[in-house]
């Protein structure tokens, strides 16, 4: 179902590189050529009842600490400024390479508190960290919090 209202909303859309089902339930992972985030608005102004949320993934690693933590380094050097503030959201999917999201969450913000000295903010953060665990994959992105999509 959800699949179909996402072709629904993006059907006019001929930038859409292909659909993948991944092996777990309520996920599904998008290519596109297209700016994600005119993705995202398109969604959020179409008609669903059944997704729930979206987020941009700009990067995709294996689903290795050392590999993901090289990449948030890398996003952020691009992105932070000294002083900015973050929270860190991973969605697990798979215990397979961590036991639990917090302990994945905290692994990060260590990280990014120790190379960019910038201030945990949960609340009310300039930028969120999206870490998306799918498996053997994992998702990364360091996003204005406008830019996830939820929806209720």
Sequence with gaps: MGLEEIEMALQNEERVLNFKESNF??????????????????????????????????????????????????????????????????????????????????KVTEEL?????LEVNGADSDWVIQIEVVGENTGISILDPEMILKKL
Aim: hydrophobic content about 45%; glycine content about 2%.
């Design 113 to 117: 508190v120790e190379k960019f000295n």
């Design 25 to 106: 339930p309520n996920v599904i992972l998008i290519d596109l050529d297209m700016e994600p985030l005119d993705a995202v608005k398109l969604l959020s102004n179409a008609s669903t009842t059944v997704i729930s949320k979206v987020v941009i993934i700009e990067k995709v690693v294996r689903t290795r600490l050392e590999s993901i933590l090289e990449q948030v380094s890398n996003l952020a050097s691009n992105r932070v400024v000294q002083g900015d503030s973050f929270k860190v959201v991973c969605d697990l999917r798979g215990r397979k390479y961590f036991n639990s999201s917090d302990e994945l969450v905290e």
